[in-house]
């Protein structure tokens, strides 16, 4: 079975019973957490589960960039819920200082310069004409405003620990990680390096069990899109190598199940 659960405080999963009462302020907006979303995916699985009479079948988690992180998420704080995650484009390290805040850009801007050269020239040629039109327009650079909402996030004290704090088995967090690192999860994090977002994702093997899988050429989590006729050899490859490790998480999810029926 395929469950694709709709996040809350999205299309028809509105707490309060409307957008309006859900949107309304700061104390219905609380509840608008990834935290929330985890317990929600949790119950709904767990009840799911047991309504079909199936609490015995393992689960997968799938996502691609905030849903990978909320696959990684899910595996790391509930454990007991699935079996593994397939994290595509998640760039669950792009959190406080653990990663450059300019990584993002710095990838846009080396996939720009290598795929568009003449594009890059002229805009680079025209960069002073450009800044001028938009100072003209509202006295402030769009790039200048994103500096100034940067700085201002930055200095959120209450903020700067949420991560290791609110996933307290995220010792990943720790870049580069730790060679004794040996977290027993089953989690595969896919990355294309086209992509600006893999700059904060998981790009080399934690753990036996913590594995990477990256591509020179991939972008966004490309493995999740629907598969075609035009998909390249090394797409096809990166989805056969997800599709093996999670067929070894199942086998031996079964082996360990009836280890322990036999007992």
């Not at 069990?209 to 390249?232: E, M």
């Not at 067929?247 to 082996?255: D, N």
Request: overall charge negative.
């Amino acid at each position: 079975m395929v469950l694709f659960p709709e996040h809350r405080f999205y299309g028809k999963s509105m707490p309060y019973g409307s957008r309006e009462k859900a949107y309304k302020n700061s104390a219905s907006l609380a509840h608008l957490t990834a935290e929330q979303a985890l317990a929600d995916f949790a119950v709904l699985v767990t009840d799911l589960k047991r309504n079909l009479s199936a609490e015995a079948c393992p689960v997968v988690l799938f996502g691609g960039s905030y849903g990978g992180m909320l696959a990684a998420w899910l595996r790391l704080k509930y454990p007991h819920i699935a079996i593994g995650a397939l994290a595509s484009s998640a760039p669950i390290l792009q959190f406080e200082n653990i990663v450059p805040s300019e990584t993002f850009y710095d990838i846009v801007s080396h996939d720009f310069r290598r795929e568009s050269v003449s594009c890059f020239d002229y805009i680079k040629n025209s960069w002073e004409a450009i800044e001028a039109e938009g100072e003209k327009a509202d006295g402030l650079s769009h790039l200048t405003r994103t500096f100034h909402l940067c700085q201002k996030l930055n200095s959120t004290d209450d903020l700067s620990n949420w991560l290791s704090s609110a996933y307290s088995y995220l010792a990943m967090v720790d870049y580069p990680y730790p060679s004794e690192f040996l977290m027993p999860f089953n989690i595969i994090f896919s990355n294309g390096l086209l992509d600006p977002w893999s700059g904060g994702s998981v790009l080399q093997n934690v753990s036996e069990t913590v594995i990477a899988l990256v591509t020179k050429l991939g972008a966004h989590h490309i493995d999740l899109r629907a598969a075609t006729n035009a998909d390249p050899d090394w797409l096809l490859e990166q989805r056969a190598s997800e599709i093996n490790v999670i067929k070894e998480w199942i086998k031996i999810y079964y082996q360990e199940t009836m280890t322990v029926l036999s007992m």
